[in-house]
């Protein structure tokens, strides 16, 4: 098993960065990349809002958890 970031992306100065984040996130989910990822994941993705050092912005992770088989597709297709 091998726990990836699988996607990401920056959120500007925010009050409440989860709430902003579930647009974005959403259409990552939608999207076929984040389909793949969501069906092929061995447990449920997760996603962490971290704020970054200029502490006016925020970056979004989604991690997930793939096979080593899946993981080496994955890279292929999708990196």
């Given at each position: 098993m091998i726990t990836v970031t699988v996607h990401s992306f920056t959120l500007s100065d925010v009050d409440d960065p989860e709430v902003y984040a579930a647009e974005?996130?959403?259409k990552w989910q939608i999207s076929e990349?984040?389909?793949w990822i969501m069906e092929n994941?061995?447990?449920t993705p997760t996603w962490h809002v971290l704020?970054?050092?200029d502490?006016?912005?925020h970056t979004c992770i989604v991690k997930a958890t793939l096979s080593e088989k899946?993981?080496?597709y994955w890279k292929l297709?999708?990196?």
């Open positions: 974005p996130l959403y990349k984040g389909k994941s061995i447990i704020p970054l050092a502490l006016y912005s899946n993981y080496t297709k999708y990196e």
